[in-house]
Structures are given as structure tokens and as C-alpha cells.
């Protein structure tokens, strides 16, 4: 009698988007392949679109051509969400009622419709990230995951690392660390560097900017230094004006980090409002429209203080 042999399944993973010639997701030239799904509602996020972990509707109403040149979508929407007004031919949407199923997506000429994320396969995306490998031998780059936070989709994550370990790609990881243990024991053994978020040192305050508290991050951070003391890590914050530009939470997290010493740098993010627009392609509320970018001149102090800390001049990365 013969017995079936084992199948082995190929881990899929829900992509947002890869992005070629990347230079600030790690060190040298990189490909950032961005994951979907986020467990940090940070008020700040850039990348909205990268929250829901599944594919999702966007809707560009400057694209729409309205309903008298066109409409199919207001035929093809099995719920119902999308609508017209009187007063306007441009359609709008429900999206209460919108299950982001995507049928609108493909009758849509102006391609005012669109989905955010797609499933793709591990070979899918590395085929795609190989094609950059020329840049990475001269520039000394890799593959980057970034998000959303990366390390949701654990299984996925661990096997792009992999393979590209296997096609001779350096690695990288963006990563909050607010993520189950087990899920960082998956990724990290397969990534060179880690460049990980101090977004907030109060734990109150950390929750009331991004909606959790950072007691699990921190732990994370102090057990990843501690079990892979080989590997690289490169601290960052995203500057915010009024959350966390002081001298107060940067030397908190100097203090924090300089105890270990595979964490090579500190790195301060200024706040931009990049990430502004594509809250109405969701039907969401941008909620920072009062915050402007930190002054040149706190950022060159505060940088003074980390490079204090690190022993070298300002404006001096670590090599």
C-alpha cells in the first residue's frame, strides 16, 4: 500500500507594497517590501493603508469620472456601499457597508478604485527583489521588511528572510516589537539587522499615542538584545513635536540602550505629513492637521546628545 507523500505548505503572505531603491530602511541600497497588518494605532502613522492586515478598498475621488461617463462600480458593489449624490455625479462610499471584496475594483476605467495589498507567494516577491541584487553587491544593501509591523505575519516574514539569506541577500527588518515572543523567534534568527521604534518612554503616554502601552515592546527589545548578541540593532524615534522631541525621552532611551552593545546607533526620524492624503482614500480622519515638522535646530541638539553618547562627532553615523 503506498502512502501519500507529505505536501509542504508554502507560507503566502498579504503584501502592500514593494518599493525599489530604498536608502533609509537600512544600510546601503535596499528593496523594502511592506507587509500588511499593524497592533500600534500611532496617531501619527504614515501609512494608514498598512493597518487592516487584509487587502482593503482605497477610493481617489479626484479620479472618478462619475456616474453619467461611467457608474459600473454602482452596479457591481454586492453590498450596496458605494453611492451617489444628487448634487454630485462622483460616486462616494459606505464604508460601514464596504467589505473590501474588491469587485468595484477591476470595472473601474479610471482606476479611481484600487485595492490595498495582495497575497503573493515567498519565490513571488524574492524573484522581485533579486532583480535589485546588482545594487545591493555595490552598495552593501538587501531586502528590508517594513509594515505595519512585519512580524504579524511571522510565518511569512520567516521564510522571505530565509530565502533571501539563500540567494545571498543581506536583511533587514523595521519592527516595533509589539508582537508575541513566539513570533520574534520565528523571524530573528533570519535577519542582519533590526532597526526597531522608542516611540514613547511613558507607558501612559505611550498608550494615549498609539493606542497600547509599551510594557511587551520593551520586554521584547531587552530579550531580543540578550539572545542574539551577534546581531545588529539600530534604535529609532519618530520625532513628534509635543509627544517626544525632549532631551528627557532621548536620554531615556540612551540609557535604555547603551548597556548593550550590538546596539550600534540611535536614529531620530523627524515627523512628516507624507501619510496625510491617503486617510481619505480610506474614509478615515487624519487627526494630526496641527503638527508641523520638528525645527532644524532641535534636531541638531538633540542629535548632539546621541552622538555624545555614542562617543563621535555630530552628523557622524555609525560605521
Known sequence: MNTPAATTTVPKGIVLNIQHFSTHDGPGMRTTVFL??????????????SINPKPELGYNLNKCIGKDQCGFCLKECPESAIFNVDSDTKVRINWDLCTNCGKCVPV?????LYLFGQEMTVDQVLDEVEQDSSFYRESGGGLSLSGGECQLQADFAAAL??????????????TAFNVPWSHVEKVLPHVDVVLHDHKVTLSERHKKWT?????????NMKRAYETWPDKTFIARTPLIPGVN??????????AFIKPYKNVVDYELLPYMRFGE???GFLGKVYEMQDFNPPSPELLARL???IAEAFGRSPGRKSS
Open 36 to 49: 500588511k497588518g499593524c497592533t500600534l494605532r500611532c496617531k501619527w502613522c504614515s501609512n494608514p493603508e
Open 108 to 112: 473601474c476605467p479610471p482606476q479611481s
Open 161 to 174: 528572510l530565509a530565502g533571501a539569506h539563500q540567494r545571498g541577500i543581506n536583511t533587514a527588518i523595521e
Open 211 to 219: 493606542g497600547v502601552d509599551n510594557k511587551r515592546i520593551l520586554e
Open 245 to 254: 522631541d525632549d532631551e528627557e525621552h532621548i536620554r531615556a532611551v540612551l
Open 277 to 279: 492624503s491617503k486617510y
Open 303 to 305: 542629535r548632539v546628545i
